[in-house]
């Protein structure tokens, strides 16, 4: 189960209505208490995707790193990523499914016509072949 709080999650949309009629792309931090994590900080990061953004985004490594290195100095952990489907639903795409990493949850939120509409967290499997849905709360 993964629960994101007010403020994060007020950020998570206004940070996918913004980039609309593309993808955004962000860090979620906060803790985790086994199966159970709660997310406290949303951090936005660029959509580094070369070609069209609509139905792509790409994460650079380093600002992966930086985000992980944001979430230690707040004592907390790097909990997932997020990101938009401009007008499509909040599925895990064959893409998604090969740039995720099992370890962490991935909610996507889906805009339409430029509003949130709504969202899924998702779980990669550890041979990246699918993911499972998360219980998300916010
Ligand atoms: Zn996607």
Excluded at 7 to 12: G, I, K, L, V
Excluded at 83 to 90: I, L, N
Excluded at 126 to 132: G, H, P, S, W, Y
Aim: glycine share 4%; with cysteine; aromatic share 10%.
């Amino acid at each position: 189960m993964i629960r994101i709080e007010a403020e994060p999650w007020a950020a998570m949309v206004s940070h996918a209505r913004a980039t609309y009629p593309n993808e955004c792309c962000g860090a979620m931090l906060g803790a985790t208490d086994g199966e159970n994590k709660l997310v406290k900080v949303a951090l936005p990061l660029e959509n580094a995707f070369a070609g069209a953004q609509a139905k792509h985004y790409e994460l650079r490594p380093e600002d992966l790193r930086d985000a992980d290195k944001a979430a230690r100095e707040r004592q907390m952990e790097l909990i997932g990523i997020y990101h938009s489907h401009p007008d499509c639903d909040a599925y895990f795409s064959p893409t998604d499914l090969r740039n995720s990493c099992p370890w962490y949850s991935f909610v996507v939120l889906s805009i339409q016509n430029g509003e949130f509409h709504h969202a899924n967290s998702w779980l990669p499997n550890f041979e990246q072949t699918e993911a499972a849905k998360e219980e998300l709360i916010y």
